[in-house]
């Protein structure tokens, strides 16, 4: 959701509420920046642990996003009265491993009552200013470059409606849970200048904003999108999330279609991703190195190209 609200401006204020970039950005005079983020959300999945990991991974991901360094976390959650520990108590020991795994240092945060639970954090983050990516550093022959697959949208969906394999939705929780900490180093490693993550807004959005921010074209290859087990099949059956519809009805102008690119696949682009990866721009000359700092473990596949033209998207 985008507000219309007065925006913050100083000289030091590299990112902030006038773009679309995923966190504020503040130079500390140290040669470092100061990254700031918060995220919280109602429950995707009904383990109690996973929705912690999730969470935690998910409120990391802007960081990552940027190019940093987790430092600090405040943990900010509603919960209803008659939870009790035998809930809460696995949520908050998955969400410290995260944190923990993130190499960051858990300092507190609030708690209340809540009729509907909501769970996150607000974070501090750390990037050197030569390795700061934004969401207007996108430049045309930059190749596009995503660290997981889409599609948790309709497999979420379909666990709500009792539908859902359970082997597919292992594997979408585990996708989720894992942190884009090593995508981060990767763009550190290459010194990358772009980059967003697929959250909320789903690939297209995000890609979107990140087109619009760059005054450039991301060229999207259907072909090369990778999708969640399952998430194909659920989609061509028409179980998207509810944000399927917002996005295209908030963002479809800003996207077009190539002749033989399913409609199916064009609302899973639209639907909303929970703790997604990162889409990375890299210059070409620079794509085996970034390449070469993913661990042979983590998917990571090229989507597509930044090109010259009217900013928007292009899935062909």
Not at 39 to 47: H, I, K, R, S
Not at 88 to 102: C, G, H, R, S, Y
Not at 256 to 262: C, L, M, R, V, W
């Amino acid at each position: 959701m985008r507000v219309v609200a007065p925006a913050a401006v100083h000289p030091d204020l590299l990112a902030g509420p006038q773009g679309y970039d995923d966190v504020g950005a503040i130079r500390l005079h140290n040669g470092q920046i100061g990254l700031h983020t918060v995220d919280f959300f109602p429950p995707v999945v009904d383990d109690a642990r996973a929705y912690g990991a999730i969470a935690a991974a998910n409120s990391l991901s802007d960081i990552y996003a940027s190019g940093g360094e987790a430092k600090v976390v405040l943990n900010l959650a509603g919960f209803p009265k008659d939870w009790g520990n035998d809930i809460l108590t696995p949520i908050f020991e998955a969400a410290v491993e995260k944190v923990q795994e993130a190499g960051a240092l858990w300092v507190g945060g609030h708690s209340v009552v809540s009729e509907e639970p909501l769970y996150g954090f607000a974070i501090y983050g750390e990037v050197s200013e030569e390795e700061l990516a934004t969401n207007d550093g996108a430049r045309p022959g930059d190749l596009l470059f995503l660290t997981k697959p889409v599609g948790v949208g309709s497999v979420n969906t379909a666990v709500k409606r009792d539908i859902a394999d359970a082997a597919d939705v292992e594997v979408a929780v585990a996708g989720m849970a894992r942190l884009n900490k090593r995508g981060a180093a990767a763009m550190r490693e290459v010194k990358a200048k772009a980059a967003t993550d697929i959250t909320g807004f789903g690939l297209l959005g995000h890609a979107a904003n990140l087109a619009r921010a760059s005054e450039v074209v991301l060229h999207l290859e259907s072909a090369n999108i990778p999708l969640y087990p399952g998430a194909a099949k659920l989609a061509q059956q028409g179980i998207f999330s509810g944000a399927a519809g917002r996005g295209r009805e908030n963002l479809g102008a800003f996207v077009s279609f190539g002749d033989n690119t399913p409609e199916w696949l064009a609302n899973l682009a639209f639907d909303a991703e929970t703790s997604g990866g990162l889409l990375v721009c890299v210059p070409p000359e620079k794509a085996k190195d970034f390449l070469d700092a993913i661990p042979d473990d983590e998917p990571i596949a090229q989507v597509g190209e930044v090109r010259e033209g009217k900013a928007g998207v292009v899935l062909a």
